[in-house]
């Protein structure tokens, strides 16, 4: 119903109306009862999905990924429709306007969208306040960014960043540093080691307990990757969120659209993303925990990530082209991958493809 009525008909529409509207539906939902209607249509659970990453217990691999509920007003819907944890934000120290509209438009040919929102957010102080002391569902990370404004760098940028951290590290089970949001006026600064190194170690003086992950684009040549998960290893990150948006778009459909800036989402960085999970998971022998990210539409796409080495699965664009649906759908086909390839858990699988 959904691919057939109401996906031709959101498409006619603004995306970031359209999911805005959805965003405030959402929320409707949580409060009514109509939150257990969806929860019966749409949950999905089976013990072979259920895994321990970290201390944190999934009841299955699929998450939601940052970009969606940029200011965290969702927590309470999402776990209705099936996700096994979500990831809000990215949330920045200041509040954000993002960049100027339209910054969302649709590559239906190539199943993306061009993101170009810019770190929009209500910024971490309000968003802070709205989660504090909630007691959530499932697990729930917070996506951390430098806010995107073009004057702060160098040391400042730093210091933008490290308070924002500050703000949201304990909020949550984990803390995302993304820095690689490919949208923002000075670029991914934070791909730039000398800046990294500086804010880890900021963050190392502060840490206790907190389980931080990176973010990173699938752009990254095979130097700076390596220079990132040197650094990751030397503080301690715990594992990396693989992959952002990609900024390239060789390969993709001629659409009138691709005029527009921003980065692009989708089936597009499937490959991408897949190839940088094989290369971390292969050079680190598994050290790290890695969250797949990038064209993942079915049960396949998110097996593929797993056995290549990743613990956990997020999306966005795979649940707007597939509606709500499309969480249950995964993780039942998971299942029945997991059966025939003789897996009685999710987390044998997690680098199967290099085990003999």
Known sequence: MYKKIIRPMLFK????????????????ASFTK???????????KNEKLENEVLGIKFDNPVGLAAGFDKNAVLTDFMPDIGFGFVEVGSVTAHPCEGNPKPRLHRLVKDKGIIV?????????DKINKRLEGKKFRIPVGVSVAKTNDKNIKGDASVEDYFSGFMKMKDIGDYITINISCPNSGDGCSFENDKLLEALLKKIEKVRKKEIIFMKISPDLDKKKLDKIIELAGKYKI???VISNLSKKRNGLTKDPKLKFPGGVSGKHVAKKANSMIEYVYKKTKGKFVIIGVGGVFNGQDAYDKIKKGASLIQLITGMIYGGPGVIKKINKELVELLEKDGYSNIKEAIGGEYKT
């Not at 109509?34 to 999905?44: K, P, Q, T, W």
């Not at 170009?116 to 971490?124: F, I, R």
Request: hydrophobic residues 35%.
């Open 238 to 240: 715990n594992g990396f």
């Open 13 to 28: 529409q603004d995306p970031e109306k359209v999911h805005d509207r959805l965003t405030r539906l959402g929320r409707f």
């Open 116 to 124: 170009y929102y810019g770190l929009c957010n209500e910024g971490a």
């Open 34 to 44: 109509l939150s257990r209607l969806v929860r019966g249509m749409f949950v999905y």
